[in-house]
């Protein structure tokens, strides 16, 4: 223990707070219904775009709280540290190298961005045609002819659900029924 830790002590990792809806983000990306159900495709890739893609959906609820600026973006932007941390650590364990893993995490927080605010674009609609148009765009799909409708459908009700949750539950790593 250094001087300096023994005498200021350690602060605490502020995402720390949130890695328990991030469990929770993962977890919901890895349920069958989105692969088996809703058309993602059961890929590497299809795996990326649906924890992307939840966590663009998740990081906009967390933005949405009332009083944004203390404690929604500060959440959102905990939420993004986390989503690199792990995107990260699962190229190093794939044996990627770092040159290539700055490339790209740069290619994935561009991916993060667009996805945050097509979503916000296609939730605002009453119609899910601009919400199944993203998902033909953003995701890869194993059943292009009725999987962008069925997962249209299956991103506005988690995002119902979220909208359901108060903040604290989601800090919590819960969300509503």
Do not use: C
């Not at 983000?25 to 159900?37: D, K, N, P, Q, S």
């Not at 959102?76 to 792990?86: G, K, M, Q």
């Amino acid at each position: 223990m250094s001087f300096l830790t023994r005498l200021f002590g350690r602060q605490p990792d502020p995402r720390e707070t949130w890695r328990p809806l991030w469990h929770t983000l993962v977890g919901t990306a890895r349920e069958e219904h989105w692969y088996a159900t809703r058309g993602a495709a059961d890929t590497l890739d299809g795996r990326f775009d649906m924890i992307s893609m939840l966590t663009a959906l998740f990081m906009l609820r967390l933005e949405s709280e009332h009083d944004a600026d203390a404690h929604g973006v500060s959440a959102a932007a905990r939420l993004t540290e986390l989503f690199v941390e792990d995107m990260e650590g699962q190229m190093r364990e794939a044996g990627i190298g770092d040159p290539t893993v700055g490339k790209m995490m740069g290619r994935m927080m561009a991916t993060l961005g667009g996805r945050a605010g097509a979503l916000r674009n296609a939730l605002a609609q009453e119609d899910d045609a601009p919400l199944a148009a993203l998902v033909v765009r953003n995701m890869h799909l194993s059943d292009e002819e009725h999987g962008p409708a069925r997962m249209a459908a299956g991103l506005r009700a988690l995002h119902a659900r979220l909208a359901r949750t108060d903040f604290a539950t989601l800090q919590r790593g819960d969300i509503a029924a």
